[in-house]
């Protein structure tokens, strides 16, 4: 069974950082791209970027706008996503979801980020 | 920016059929876009429905079927329950690597 497993949400102030974590299960984890979405709330889905593996290599992909503030990474030996993000906006509240492939086959359960003073 | 475009609302008699479409601001959808649709109830995770245009995810019924109809990416539902109603999201691969989901449409069964 696959498993996902976000943490590392909270409380922050604008300006502030946060690290998120996703834990995968049942999948090769080195095998797949892994995504993060977010859903602020009561509004729609909206992709935050996505990370390809690392035998593929090139660039990581992210929306603009995140871009430039927040950083995805992974550890294949941890089978672990991450996504660092900093200078946070009110704006950036919303429950985080990991998600993997292009096609977002499997979806974790999300953690909520609120920024907020 | 390209707009992911679907209809905010739509409804449905239980047993009918239902198109649900997912179109660009500019341009056609086609299966390069790989257009994958999820199902989403309040408080829930997103539940992949189809992806890469019509391939049914593991354990969702075949009432559920995707498709391009003109322009556009669609997602029939036939046969509609009363536990299809939920908001259904869409999303589109864009040749620059970015993925852009549509703002969803709040399907009602009723």
């Known amino acids: 069974e696959v498993q996902l497993v976000e943490s590392g949400g909270g409380l922050v102030k604008p300006g502030g950082s946060l690290r998120l974590s996703c834990a995968a299960s049942?999948?090769?984890?080195?095998?797949?791209?892994m995504n993060w979405v977010r859903q602020a709330p009561g509004k729609g889905l909206e992709w935050v970027g996505r990370?390809?593996?690392?035998?593929?290599?090139?660039?990581?992909d992210y929306a603009a706008p995140v871009k430039g503030r927040f950083t995805i990474s992974r550890d294949d030996s941890k089978n672990t996503l991450y996504l660092q993000m900093n200078s946070l906006k009110t704006e950036d509240t919303a429950i985080y979801y990991c998600?993997?492939?292009?096609?977002?086959?499997?979806w974790g359960q999300g953690t909520l980020v609120t920024v907020s003073s | 920016q390209t707009l992911v475009t679907q209809e905010p609302s739509f409804s449905v008699s239980p047993g009918g059929t239902v198109t649900l479409t997912c179109g660009l601001s500019?341009?056609?959808?086609?299966?390069?876009?790989?257009p994958s649709w999820y199902q989403q109830t309040p408080g829930q995770a997103p539940r992949t429905l189809i992806y890469?245009?019509?391939i049914r995810s593991s354990g969702v019924p075949d009432r559920f079927s995707g498709s391009i109809l003109g322009n556009k990416a669609a997602l029939t539902i036939t046969g509609a329950q009363a536990d299809d109603e939920s908001d259904y999201y869409c999303?589109?691969?864009?040749?620059?690597?970015?993925?852009?989901f549509g703002g969803g449409t709040k399907l009602t069964v009723l």
């Open positions: 998600a993997t492939n292009r096609d977002f086959d499997y």
């Open positions: 049942g999948i090769t984890f080195s095998n797949a791209w």
């Open positions: 990370i390809k593996r690392t035998n593929d290599g090139g660039p990581i």
């Open positions: 500019s341009g056609s959808v086609s299966t390069t876009y790989y």
């Open positions: 890469s245009t019509n």
């Open positions: 999303v589109l691969y864009m040749s620059s690597g970015v993925s852009v």
